[in-house]
């Protein structure tokens, strides 16, 4: 017999309040982040997207600054890359991911599932199909020399560059990616070149020992996982943190609700019932001040973000440069419970400076406090990417406030 269940209501302003603190983003940061700190917040997203863009800085390092401030890139790298004592390891969570290496044992039936030719690229699926062979030869070439980058596999035809011009070798080794035969042991070079190794040979032993749960239990605690990120979301949302079947989720939301792992709530405006994680928290007011990669949890499911924010919210990296609206690589900026701006970035080294070609105001939101604001998180983020200055240019509304802003902070640094 089912137990009643009683469905809460929130306000947008108390869901977008629970969202946030939900993601430690209203926490205070740490004078100095340290290695644990770093560890902590993965733990907390549940995991980081990796993404190889790096007209700023790689997208999967900046949500640690967003919650951390200044923090040592070289000690996540640690985390994920420091032999078998590593506590991160990298597979497909949302998309390419960071991971727990304790959460190793929730992405088997994936693994398992890949293996079968479900839930994988269709271009490496069929590629499994027709070359068998050379896949086992790749496999047996990392077992007896590995670690070793697709450059280093001698097998198949060489690639073109890109996603379609992968060579044969870097296809046969996303395949045994996909299927867990092996893993990243590390990156290399600036090109973010990744290096493979036999899964047993790279991972933590006890991770390893682990017990395997069957699908459905897998599938339950990585929602849980999702839910405790989100603090408060749809079903569909937390199918999304994960990328689990949709099919799917229905049936393991409504065990979660039944187990009190979820409560259902009606959120002001939303249309679908939504989930509120069991530890969920709806404080009275956030002070969160952030820049948010575009790959950042809080706002990478674009629905979810409109719902919560009014904002809308689209990466325009593969659009026309005529046709952009906002610029290249654009980065929302959150201050209290809203996202009150968005700014156009580039990290130019060569003359050590953080760009900001564009500075855009959301609505009734082009005010001198949240210019004074966004120019302090700026010139944060310049001193941690070892810039010397900002420089604004003249797109947006918001640009000229800022560069005022940045001006009155420190005249020599805020030069256009």
Same mark, same amino acid.
Request: hydrophobic fraction near 45%.
């Given at each position: 017999m089912r137990r009643f269940v009683m469905v809460e209501k929130l306000s947008l302003p108390a869901a977008r309040r629970c969202a946030i603190a939900a993601q430690g983003l209203s926490r205070p940061r740490p004078g100095a982040a340290s290695a644990r700190d770093v560890g902590r917040i993965v733990g907390a997203l549940g995991l980081l997207q990796i993404d190889s863009v790096n007209v700023l800085t790689r997208a999967h390092y900046l949500p640690l600054f967003s919650r951390l401030g200044s923090y040592d890139i070289e000690g996540l790298h640690r985390l994920a890359y420091a032999g078998r004592r590593r506590r991160l390891f990298e597979y497909w969570g949302h998309e390419a991911s960071l991971l727990p290496a304790e959460a190793y044992p929730l992405f088997r039936w994936r693994m398992e599932a890949a293996a079968r030719g479900e839930r994988i690229y269709k271009g490496i699926r069929d590629f499994a199909r027709r070359r068998r062979a050379l896949i086992e030869s790749v496999r047996a070439q990392v077992a007896a020399r590995g670690p070793? !980058? #697709? !450059? /280093?596999?001698? %097998?198949?035809?060489?690639?073109?560059?890109?996603?379609?011009?992968?060579? /044969? %070798?870097?296809? #046969?080794?996303?395949?045994l990616f996909w299927t867990g035969e092996i893993t990243t042991h590390s990156r290399r070079g600036a090109g973010f070149e990744r290096v493979y190794d036999l899964t047993e040979r790279t991972l933590p032993p006890a991770v390893l020992a682990a017990p395997v749960p069957d699908r459905a239990e897998a599938q339950r605690r990585l929602l849980a996982r999702a839910a405790r990120a989100h603090g408060i979301a749809t079903a569909t949302d937390l199918a999304d943190y994960f990328r689990l079947p949709p099919a799917d989720v229905k049936a393991r939301v409504a065990e979660l609700v039944e187990l009190g792992e979820l409560r259902p709530a009606a959120v002001e405006g939303w249309r679908a019932t939504a989930y509120l994680h069991r530890d969920a928290r709806v404080p009275r007011r956030v002070e969160a001040r952030a820049l948010l990669a575009p790959f950042d949890p809080l706002v990478w499911e674009r629905d979810r973000t409109e719902r919560l924010f009014g904002f809308r919210y689209r990466i325009e990296i593969y659009t026309p440069a005529p046709r952009r609206v906002h610029g290249y690589y654009v980065l929302p900026f959150l201050r209290g419970d809203r996202l009150v701006a968005r700014v156009d970035l580039k990290a130019d080294r060569a003359a050590g400076c953080l760009r900001v070609p564009g500075a855009f105001a959301e609505p009734d939101q082009a005010t001198a406090e949240n210019a004074a604001a966004l120019g302090e998180e700026l010139s944060a983020m310049a001193r941690w990417l070892g810039l010397e200055r900002v420089a604004v240019g003249d797109r947006g509304d918001m640009a000229r406030p800022l560069a005022d802003a940045l001006s009155r902070r420190d005249p020599p640094r805020s030069a256009s």
């Open positions: 070793l !980058s #697709a !450059s /280093e596999v001698d %097998a198949g035809r060489r690639g073109e560059g890109g996603w379609w011009g992968w060579s /044969e %070798a870097k296809l #046969a080794l996303e395949w």
